[in-house]
C-alpha cells in the first residue's frame, strides 16, 4: 500500500502558468482533500470531494479547480498562477470506517 | 461552526522533560479530536484520536491528550520529550463521522527540544 502519492514534489512557476497537482490514495477511501499549508496559519481547506462525483470548496478555493476523476484520483488546477499561491499543498483522504485523514507528503510550490 | 485554537505557537523544551501542547475547541455538537504530527518536510500523520469513551487518549510515540468537554479542551502531553519529537503538532476537529464532514485544523505548535 503506497496510501496517498502526490506528484510533483517540487514546482516552480511563473506567474500565469498553469499547472494540475496529483494526487491518488489506494485505501479506497471515498472522502479526498486538497489543502494548502503557510507559515502560522495551519492547513487551509481549498477544495474537498466527499464521494467520487462531488466535489466542493472549502475555506480557500478562489483561484483553483478541482477534478475528481474517479475514487482514487483527485487532481488540483492553478489556471493562472499568483505569487499568492506559493505554498505547501497537500492532499488528504479518509474512509468511512476511519474517521482520520491520510495525508500525502506534499508538494512544495513556488510561483515568482 | 467550528474552530480549533492552539493556544502556543512555540514550545520550546529540555529533552527529557514533560511538556503540554494546548488545544480548545468550540462545537456546538458533539466532537471528534485529534492530534497530527508533521516532521521537518514531510506530510501529516496522525498520533492520537479521540472518538468516544474513555476521556484519555493514548498516541504513538509515548503521546497521550485528554478530553476534557466542560473546558473544551484536548490537550496533548508527553511525560519526558526526546531529540526526535521536534516536530509541528496540530489539534483537529470534526463533528461527523462520515467521511463527507470536514475537518478542522488549529494553526499548530511548533515543538523545539533543547538537549
Known amino acids: 500500500n503506497a496510501g496517498v502519492t502526490q506528484t510533483p514534489k517540487f514546482q516552480v512557476l511563473k506567474t500565469g502558468q498553469s499547472m494540475t497537482l496529483q494526487c491518488a490514495q489506494d485505501m479506497n477511501h471515498n472522502s479526498m482533500y486538497w489543502y494548502r499549508q503557510d507559515p502560522g496559519m495551519g492547513l487551509r481547506l481549498i477544495y474537498y470531494s466527499a464521494s467520487e462525483g462531488t466535489t466542493d470548496k472549502g475555506e480557500v478555493p478562489n483561484g483553483y479547480n478541482v477534478s475528481r476523476l474517479n475514487k482514487r484520483e483527485f487532481s488540483l488546477r492553478l489556471e493562472s498562477a499568483a505569487p499568492s499561491q506559493t505554498s505547501v499543498y497537500f492532499c488528504?483522504?479518509?474512509?468511512?470506517?476511519?474517521?482520520?485523514?491520510?495525508f500525502g507528503p506534499g508538494t512544495r510550490l513556488t510561483v515568482l | 461552526a467550528q474552530s480549533v485554537t492552539q493556544l502556543d505557537s512555540q514550545v520550546p523544551v529540555f529533552e527529557e522533560a514533560p511538556v503540554e501542547l494546548r488545544c480548545n475547541y468550540s462545537?456546538?455538537?458533539?466532537?471528534?479530536l485529534f492530534w497530527y504530527v508533521q516532521y521537518p518536510n514531510q506530510g501529516l500523520q496522525l498520533l492520537l484520536k479521540y472518538l468516544s469513551g474513555s476521556t484519555l487518549v493514548k498516541g504513538i510515540n509515548g503521546f497521550e491528550a485528554e478530553f476534557n468537554k466542560s473546558q473544551t479542551s484536548f490537550h496533548l502531553r508527553k511525560p519526558s520529550v526526546h531529540i526526535s519529537d521536534t516536530a509541528e503538532y496540530f489539534c483537529?476537529?470534526?463533528?461527523?463521522?462520515?467521511?463527507?464532514?470536514?475537518?478542522?485544523f488549529g494553526s499548530g505548535t511548533r515543538l523545539s527540544i533543547r538537549p
Open positions: 483537529a476537529v470534526t463533528s461527523g463521522y462520515s467521511s463527507a464532514s470536514k475537518i478542522i
Open positions: 462545537s456546538s455538537v458533539s466532537v471528534y
Open positions: 488528504a483522504s479518509r474512509g468511512l470506517a476511519h474517521n482520520e485523514q491520510f
